[in-house]
T-cell receptor
Framework: DVKVTQSSRYLVKRTGEKVFLECVQDMDHENMFWYRQDPGLGLRLIYF???????EKGDIPEGYSVSREKKERFSLILESASTNQTSMYLC?????????????FGPGTRLTVT | GENVEQHPSTLSVQEGDSAVIKCTYS??????FPWYKQELGKRPQLIIDIRSNVGEKKDQRIAVTLNKTAKHFSLHITETQPEDSAVYFCAASPPVAGNMLTFGGGTRLMVKP
């Protein structure tokens, strides 16, 4: 049974703080993803990684960075949190290969920046 | 990059009726089209997917159709039940490293008992 976990379900931070969101998967998946989910906007890809130490920008990378030092762990970093980064953040992982594979999502972290 | 549009944004049906959600995509190279269901307060979960070499796929009460020429695909739910109430997302994936997905904006389906 695939398990994707995220470090926090709820997080409240102040403007300007550095924020770390962590994601861990236990299925030896090559691909990992960070999305933010806002009402009416669906799931928007922030960054993804298809291998250790590899990272690719998604559709909305501004204000975010990521780190993947180990295969099972993918971290999202907000260098200086701003109120417009208040959102639900979802991590996902998948196998890699031609043709596309199911993405398995974590439970999400609801981040509030005040 | 890929762009996916999804309609309608909200859909209300009576229990037992059918529901149809439609998506269009822009990148003709996309070859994988999954549908995810997200119940309130829960994570998105895959309910059905289709690959570009197939025109239709069914799984009990749900089916997906794909028209590659027109670049659109649809989710069909028959005999809807209250537990089908959720937000549904379509997505498209081009054949690139990382198998990234571009999601539509979502459809909130409400099934009235």
């Amino acid at each position: 049974d695939v398990k994707v976990t995220q470090s926090s379900r709820y997080l409240v931070k102040r403007t300007g703080e550095k924020v770390f969101l962590e994601c861990v998967q236990d299925m030896d998946h090559e691909n990992m993803f960070w999305y933010r989910q806002d009402p009416g906007l669906g799931l928007r890809l922030i960054y993804f990684s298809y291998d250790v130490k590899m990272k690719e920008k998604g559709d909305i990378p501004e204000g975010y960075s990521v780190s993947r030092e180990k295969k099972e762990r993918f971290s999202l970093i907000l260098e200086s949190a701003s109120t417009n980064q208040t959102s639900m953040y979802l991590c996902a992982s998948s196998s890699q290969g031609a043709g596309g594979y199911e993405q398995y999502f974590g439970p999400g972290t609801r981040l509030t920046v005040t | 990059g890929e762009n996916v549009e999804q309609h309608p944004s909200t859909l209300s049906v009576q229990e037992g009726d059918s529901a149809v959600i439609k998506c269009t995509y822009s990148d003709s190279a996309s070859n994988y089209f999954p549908w995810y269901k997200q119940e309130l307060g829960k994570r998105p979960q895959l309910i059905i997917d289709i690959r570009s070499n197939v025109g239709e796929k069914k799984d009990q009460r749900i089916a997906v159709t794909l028209n590659k020429t027109a670049k659109h695909f649809s989710l069909h739910i028959t005999e809807t039940q209250p537990e089908d109430s959720a937000v549904y997302f379509c997505a498209a994936s081009p054949p690139v490293a990382g198998n990234m997905l571009t999601f539509g904006g979502g459809t909130r389906l409400m099934v009235k008992p």
